[in-house]
């Protein structure tokens, strides 16, 4: 539940929101990224570390340049998650 919580976390903040929904676009880089961001660097840098850090995202190393891509089974862990909640038994409580 821990992990949920923690990625669940992620989407309370605007700006992660659209970095990941760039990132759901395809792997891509921080310096890619920030053309598209009205962020700094560093506050990219620290998103991107907490995407990465929840274990939403996972990171390549090529040469100079590290590429971010989405997990996509942590987002389908998210959405089974919010089905099963959203289907729960409804037990209602009689005095």
């Given at each position: 539940?821990?992990?949920?919580?923690?990625?669940?976390?992620?989407?309370?903040?605007?700006?992660?929101?659209?970095?990941?929904?760039?990132?759901?676009?395809?792997?891509?880089?921080?310096?890619?990224?920030?053309?598209?961001?009205p962020?700094?660097?560093?506050?990219?840098?620290?998103?991107?570390?907490?995407?990465?850090?929840?274990?939403?995202?996972?990171?390549?190393k090529?040469?100079?340049?590290?590429?971010?891509?989405?997990?996509?089974?942590k987002?389908?862990?998210?959405?089974?998650?919010?089905?099963?909640?959203?289907?729960?038994?409804?037990?209602?409580?009689?005095?």
């Open positions: 539940m821990n992990d949920l919580t923690n990625l669940f976390k992620l989407f309370t903040d605007e700006n992660r929101i659209e970095i990941i929904k760039r990132l759901i676009d395809g792997e891509t880089c921080g310096c890619t990224l920030i053309d598209q961001m962020i700094t660097q560093p506050t990219l840098s620290y998103h991107l570390k907490m995407i990465s850090s929840a274990g939403l995202s996972n990171t390549v090529e040469g100079n340049w590290v590429k971010h891509h989405i997990d996509l089974k987002i389908d862990e998210m959405i089974e998650f919010l089905e099963e909640l959203k289907n729960r038994e409804v037990i209602s409580c009689k005095s």
